[in-house]
Every structure is written in structure tokens, then in C-alpha cells.
């Protein structure tokens, strides 16, 4: 694999209910929402689970994403392609935890940020105008 190794941790606070954050996460109606500027190449099931695999277009890069664990406060992934790596999710009531980890020639510490600030800005809408 080409590029650098390369690590992000961060954890944000979000006005948000652990059930927002996890749905948000974990359902592919919702993940197709916030992951907008995304294509998924491959279909997504309907609920991540352990074992399903899917894989995401960033141009002419492709990232395989395997989710080797999918829990009711956890998401862990494997990547491959463009990026060779992992990706956790963790959250609860009004935070959101992720680390990044991998090989690539893409600049992974600003794509990170900017899908956690993407993600935040979702749930804080979508609790909004949930009953």
C-alpha cells in the first residue's frame, strides 16, 4: 500500500440522545443521509452488522469497509483499498467518539473531521424533528 500511516482520535459533543447517534450510525437510510458527498458502490443492508461489507467512492478511490463489530454503542471497521486500516465509532448520550487509523495517500485527519461535523450537524437536525 502507497501513503503514510495515519491516525485521528476525536471525540465531539452533540445535542443529541444516544438513540439518534446510534440510528444515525448503524441504519442505511440514515448513513446515506449524512454520508451524502459519499457513493456507496455496493448496497448497504438495511442495519450494519457484523459481517456485512460495503464500499464507498471518493472519485476514483474506492475504500472497502468490512464492520467487524456492530453494537449498540460500538462500530468498528476494516478498510481496505485506498485506505488500510480501521475505523471505531463509540457513543452515548450527547457524545460521539472516533478513531482513524490506516495507510493512504488520502489526507485522513481532515476527511475525518469533517464527517464528524457532517454527523453532528445530522443528529442535531434529526432530534430536532423527531417527536
Not at 23 to 39: E, H, M, V, Y
Not at 89 to 107: A, F, I, K, N
Request: hydrophobic fraction near 40%; charged fraction near 20%; aromatic fraction near 8%.
Amino acid at each position: 500500500m502507497l501513503g503514510s500511516f495515519q491516525q485521528a482520535h476525536l471525540r465531539i459533543e452533540v445535542d443529541a440522545p444516544e438513540t439518534v447517534i446510534r440510528d444515525s450510525l448503524l441504519r442505511r437510510d440514515r448513513l446515506q443521509q449524512w454520508l451524502w458527498t459519499q457513493r456507496f458502490s455496493t448496497p448497504l443492508p438495511e442495519e450494519l452488522h457484523s459481517g456485512a461489507s460495503f464500499t464507498i467512492s471518493l472519485g476514483p478511490l474506492a475504500v472497502r469497509h468490512q464492520v467487524e463489530r456492530a453494537d449498540p454503542n460500538c462500530l468498528r471497521l476494516l478498510l481496505s483499498g485506498s485506505i488500510d486500516g480501521f475505523h471505531e465509532w463509540y457513543w452515548g448520550d450527547g457524545w460521539v467518539q472516533s478513531r482513524l487509523e490506516g495507510v493512504s495517500l488520502l489526507p485522513l485527519n481532515l476527511s475525518h473531521t469533517m464527517n464528524l461535523l457532517r454527523l453532528r450537524e445530522f443528529v442535531t437536525q434529526t432530534k430536532a424533528v423527531a417527536p
